[in-house]
């Protein structure tokens, strides 16, 4: 998965890369990027490390066009051992040994140095600031960044990258850091000034083809794309993370960014892409994987591989070729790794015995790759504007050196003629000349790039779009700016309005149709009004009572409609001139007559007349009566068309007088051409009109500019009263907005709390199982629309969130309120997980219970089988003495003196056996009931095994929908 956030743009574009003089360059790759080195028992890694190891990762690199060697950043990150390792009494194996150092346990020599090592407890912010801060900020001013998380599975690589809601991971943290740079942006994109922008082919990089492509607007967009991009990653469980990364993820931010003003020399426009990358985890072959898991652990070690064999052929230097096409992850990383970019690696590690081995190869593998050296450089590509400026600065210098040399040669000749008695004179002479011919270039220079600036202002104004001029607030400080345009498919996010807005804009409805004279195409054009009833009727409204209301307007507001509004309210309450020129335009059958007929109505004087001109106006004025002059050549030249059209139908009158229909289109053609005229009248009235009050106002300026400035300065204030009023308008919205998600969330957790009562309840009862497991997908589709509408609403508010005047209070209350919701959450899943363990403390003393009767009724079938031995025993004896006594009976007499002994024996003996048999039933009835018992606890046993499976099933999927509202919290 990975999005490119790509803006468009229609240029000249030339790739510039910087000059390559290191001796100058302010980056110090030591400094920076201090080497390691691996002890292994031999040398000595960590010193050299250690002390190179700087405070400067904090502060950002100073950045120009120079190219200077640096190295990959390398940091290592150890995360805590897990309970699963606590308890199953694994030992510490790695350690970190100060702030860069990793120290083996087991054998203290061995130890590896890196630009950091983060310990356990070490927040991931800290990692930010020192791994990936400068990345991000580098990538702001155009150098190329990568920042990826490598480590086996279950080390941490998901926490560090994408984190939590309790600790935000480097991706959100960058997408934020990236907005707060470039903050004025959001204006710029909320308000998109018709720089038809194209997506750039270069030779930038290696992307994604058909890859999908979002214009983020805010960081909380941003992340909910991201978030959105998670959904589809693939995780799986494994042996060692419940949630395990299956599958790389790399996150692309393409960035372009130009100083923000006019006063900024440079028009160049930086060019870069931050890529955060996710990796999924090496697998051991320890892994008790099958199947589907083991074939991914396959394919993953496989690009892990491929990555570590790339990395340390770039690090032979002798390599000629780098298999950087083995494997769709290196091809990716290509331009990363091949040196065009810095590069942040963070290893994380986990300090378990059992991973030792692991760890080991994590670092080696981090070891190889701080010897990675890149030539990181700054991407700039130059527009149109800023290729003019250079070739005038270009043409100057090339004049002055000709001056120079004509100086030269003239004083030259000079001297020759007249010897060396008029040499001073000559000199002044010439020294005069030059000052004169100096200013006299100035001069020319000034009007040409006056002229320039006109011309380009014409343009927008005739092909472009509604730009206003920049307000005075941006004017004040050069920032980088993002630069974009909006496709159809970008818009789609767009709450309707302000996509309406925006079509509006591009489409050129507005002012697009100065452009086709003559063409106009009344059917495209119903359609796109039907297309888009919504904001288009509303804006079109809103005109008509701004140009009706102009008059006033503008009146006390001079200069308002040279702000730039940053919301679609402001937008339309401040159209400028040229707006409502445009939008009447719009409602007519043809832009000419449309102008025309407005300037008959004298609406366009009354807006241009009254007002209080600022020397911006000023211009714009001159624009104006300069596009009304084309106004009048393109009727003139109308006019001229429809008489000769009408001399062709005289002729044709002439030779058919009785043709009806030549004199119906002759006397057409006359109204037109009547009507045209008038129309020309009355433009060349208007024009006028517009210059004398344009000298008026003029005159008026001339004489106090400081109450001109003052307007002005009123009129920025009043602009920013209304964006302020408008963006409360917004928040109280959102406000209203949370307040309803957070009633749904009490709901959700009220619901919550009922089910988790109910499962509880039902524990017990045989039929639970079908039952909880209905309640949970219940629960768990409600979760999951709630989640989905919450999100629409999310992203329905994300425009308005963008702005900086938030009511941060409102937030905090609304970030509080869902922290509870969150912790009801989190209560109920520990809640859950105690049920849980509970439930598997109960299966397990079953188990004991089941092992301890199954013995018992052993020991009993045993003796059971002894006792009926001893009775058979004992009958084959009585038998036998039964047999011997009447054999003995039939042969001796004497013996019948004996006889009542052998009776009394014989009674005790079958007494004794019926004892026996007696016992033996006694048994074998019990035997009957421990079976049974057996029976009932084997089924006691299944049952919970049953309720311990569902509970699981429970516990997963709280968590899911936790982790998805904590993103949901994130986001806000
Ligand atoms: N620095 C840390 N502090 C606290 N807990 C951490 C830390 N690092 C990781 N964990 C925890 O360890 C577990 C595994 O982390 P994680 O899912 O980020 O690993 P992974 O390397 O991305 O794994 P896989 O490659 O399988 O996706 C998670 O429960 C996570 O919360």
Known sequence: MAYRAVPRQKRLVTTAKGGNSPSSSTTSSSRLVPEVASVDGQSSPASSSAKSKPHSYLESPALDTEVAKENVTVTVRFRPLSPREIRQGEEIAWYADGDTVVRSENNPSVAYAYDRVFGPTTTTRLVYDVAAQHIVSGAMEGVNGTIFAYGVTSSGKTHTMHGDQR???????????????????????????????????????????????????????????????????????????????????????????????????????????????????????????????????????????????????????????????????????????????????????????????????????????????????????????????????????????????????????????NGGDDIVLLKQKLEDGHVKMQSRLEQEEEAKAALLGRIQRLTKLILVSTKTAHSPRFHQRPVPRRRHSFGEEELSYLPFRRRDMILDHENGDFFGSFEGYGETDYSSKEEKKNRKPGLLNWFKLKKRDSAITSSEGDKSSGTK??????????????????????????????????????????????????????????????????????????????????SSVLKRLSDEAANNPRKEQIQVEMRKVGDEIKAKNQQMFALEKHIAVILSAHKNNHEKLDISPSYAALVEQLNEKTFELEVKTADNRVIQDQLQQKIGECEELQETVTSLKQQLSEVLDRRTSSSINSAQYSIDEMSYHELQGRKESLQSRERNSELQQAHPDYDIENLKQKISQLTEAK???????????????????????????????????????????????????????????????????????????????????????????????????????????????????KQKEAFLENELANMWVLVAKLKKSQVSKMDDLEEK
């Not at 378990?352 to 760890?359: D, L, W």
């Open 167 to 417: 600790s935000p991971g480097i991706i959100p943290l960058a997408v934020k850091d990236a907005f707060s740079i470039i903050q004025e942006v959001v204006n710029d994109l909320l308000n998109p000034a018709g720089q038809n922008l194209r997506i750039r082919e270069d030779l930038q990089g290696t992307f994604v083809e058909g890859i999908k492509e979002e214009v983020v607007l805010s960081p909380a967009h941003a992340l909910s794309l991201i978030a959105a991009g998670e959904e589809h990653r693939h995780v799986g469980s494994t042996n060692f993370n419940l949630l395990s990364s299956r599958s790389h993820t790399i996150f692309t931010l393409t960035i372009e960014s130009s100083p923000c003003g006019e006063c900024s020399e440079d028009e160049a426009v930086n060019l870069s892409q931050l890529n955060l990358i996710d990796l999924a985890g090496s697998e051991s072959s320890r892994a008790e994987t099958t199947g589907l898991r083991r074939k991914e652990g396959a394919y993953i070690n496989k690009s892990l591989l491929t990555l570590g064999t790339v990395i340390s052929k770039l690090t032979e230097g002798r390599a000629s070729h780098i298999p950087y096409r083995d494997s769709k992850l290196t091809r990716l990383l290509q331009s990363s790794l091949s040196g065009q970019g810095r590069v942040s690696l963070i290893c994380t590690v986990t300090p378990s015995s059992s991973n030792a081995e692991e760890t080991h190869n994590t670092l080696k593998f981090a070891h190889r790759a701080k010897c990675i050296e890149i030539l990181a450089s700054q991407n700039k590509i130059i527009d149109e504007k800023s290729l003019i400026k250079k070739y005038q600065v270009e043409i100057r210098c090339l004049k002055e050196e000709l001056e120079q040399l004509k100086k030269g040669m003239f004083s030259v000749n000079a001297l020759k003629d």
């Open 561 to 642: 409609s040279l702000t730039t509004p940053s919301t679609p309210q402001a937008d339309c309450a401040n159209l400028p001139s040229e707006s409502r020129i445009s939008n009447s335009l719009l409602s007519e059958s043809s832009p000419v007559n449309a102008l025309a007929e407005a300037s008959l109505n004298g609406d366009l004087a009354s807006e241009n007349v009254s007002l209080q001109e600022t020397p911006l106006d000023s211009t714009k004025t001159m624009d104006h009566i300069d596009l009304l002059r084309e106004q009048l050549k393109i009727l003139s030249g109308e006019v001229a068309l429809s």
């Open 823 to 937: 912790n009801g959450l989190e209560a109920q899943n520990q809640k859950l997980a105690e049920e849980s363990q509970y439930a598997k403390g109960l299966a397990s003393a079953a188990g004991v219970e089941l092992k301890a009767l199954s013995e018992e009724v052993t020991k009993l079938m045993n003796h059971n089988e002894r006792l009926s031995n001893e009775l058979a025993q004992l009958k084959n004896s009585s038998n036998r003495r039964v047999t011997n006594g009447q054999k003995v009976n039939r042969g001796n007499s004497h013996i019948k003196r004996h006889e009542p002994n052998n009776k009394r024996d014989y009674t005790l003996n079958y007494e004794r056996e019926l004892a026996l048999e007696a016992a033996l039933m006694e048994k074998e009835q019990r035997e009957t009931e421990l079976q049974k018992k057996v029976e009932e606890s």
